[in-house]
């Protein structure tokens, strides 16, 4: 999408850091930490949001999911951690690329 901010990021149209890059998905610092760590892991492929998942992501969404902890402990989280997903305007969503939000490093408000 020629209007993604994380297509473009993903391309390297736009310099972001990485803290993590596979061939499946890169793993970005958030602009706006919520924590004291948080992090955006972002599929490589452009999906809108977890609405516009298939089968045909089912490896992807697994790979994702394996991978979260271990990047927790590279953030020294070994005590637990947080994900978020957004979808739709309606979930907080603001940028229309499925991203997941790993955060930590601090007592975390319930819900």
Excluded: W
Aim: charged residues 15%.
């Amino acid at each position: 999408m020629s209007d993604c901010l994380f297509c473009k990021i993903i391309a390297g149209e736009i310099p972001a850091p990485r803290v993590y890059s596979d061939d499946q998905v890169i793993v970005i610092p958030d602009i706006n930490p919520k924590a004291p760590a948080h992090l955006l892991v972002i599929p490589r492929q452009h999906l809108a949001s977890l609405d516009a998942l298939t089968p045909a992501e089912d490896g992807l969404i697994a790979h994702i999911m394996r991978l979260l902890p271990k990047l927790a402990q590279e953030q020294g989280l070994p005590n637990g951690f947080r994900t978020v997903i957004n979808t739709g305007r309606g979930g907080g969503q603001e940028i229309f690329h499925l991203h997941i939000h790993l955060l930590g490093g601090t007592p975390l408000p319930g819900f």
